[in-house]
């Protein structure tokens, strides 16, 4: 068992009262893209500005930055307009082919490889914790998303994705960002709202993602994101 589900069951949901909505959290989530965006680049260290990124996504380039922080930026904008497409289609699933179809995006040009399970092993900046070896990668996918589509609550589903594929590690780069977009891509299709973790959160995020990360103890970081969620969304409630 990877994930402890009895115990990730019994969380306190109470404050996630939201009516699931897929056509109108849709439309939100698309209307907050550059936001997203821009978010989840600077996350990654990216040094473009809020206007810098919109100004890019317009298609002018902008001066005066690594051709490296331009393509971050285009990655993500690409993978989540591949998810807002499929999503539109209904052919956003929890499985291997559409979150390597998604990383082919995230990290394009990137990372070592992209768009493939990593076939040599990693390690995480800031823990002692390593990652699984790449010849289990295949084997834990399948458990773990198993497990986590017997979660009952969707947005527990969506937040426990997010940290199993963080921990992980199945690519060689980008598994935070491909990790955040498979939970959006949950939390969409199942009629939530997206979540956009805030720039100016980075250090009480990554202090939390590496507790975690030490820990394993996934109720303990789902509490934290369960509250940080209803901060964050419930004025759109």
Request: charged share 30%; net charge positive.
């Given at each position: 068992m990877i994930l402890d589900i009895q115990k990730i069951n019994a969380i306190d949901t109470t404050n996630l009262t939201f009516q699931p909505d897929k056509k109108r959290y849709l439309f939100l989530a698309k209307k907050d893209k550059i936001d997203f965006v821009y978010n989840t680049s600077a996350l990654e260290g990216n040094a473009m500005t809020y206007p810098e990124v919109e100004t890019l996504l317009e298609g002018i380039t902008v001066g005066g930055h690594k051709l490296s922080d331009e393509q971050q930026v285009l990655n993500q904008n690409r993978s989540i307009q591949l998810l807002f497409s499929m999503l539109d289609h209904n052919r956003f699933d929890?499985?291997?082919?559409?979150?390597?179809?998604?990383?082919?995006?995230?990290?394009?040009?990137?990372a070592l490889s992209w768009g493939v399970f990593r076939d040599g092993n990693v390690n995480i900046g800031g823990t002692d914790y390593l990652p699984p070896s790449s010849e289990q990668l295949e084997a834990i996918f399948e458990e773990g998303s198993n497990e986590i589509k017997h979660i009952k609550h969707p947005i527990l589903q969506a937040l426990s994705y997010l940290l199993f594929g963080a921990r992980t590690q199945f690519f060689y780069g980008g598994n935070?960002?491909?990790?955040?977009?498979?939970?959006?891509?949950?939390?969409?299709g199942a009629g939530y709202p997206?979540?956009?973790?805030?720039?100016?959160?980075?250090?009480e995020f990554n202090t939390q993602m590496i507790a975690f990360y030490d820990s394993g103890?996934?109720?303990?970081?789902?509490?934290?994101?369960?509250?940080?969620?209803?901060?964050?969304?419930?004025?759109?409630?």
């Open positions: 929890l499985n291997k082919h559409i979150l390597c179809a998604l990383h082919a995006e995230v990290a394009r040009e990137e935070k960002r491909i990790s955040r977009l498979m939970m959006n891509g949950i939390l969409l997206m979540l956009n973790i805030k720039a100016k959160d980075k250090l103890d996934y109720v303990r970081a789902l509490d934290y994101l369960c509250n940080y969620y209803a901060l964050k969304n419930n004025h759109i409630k």
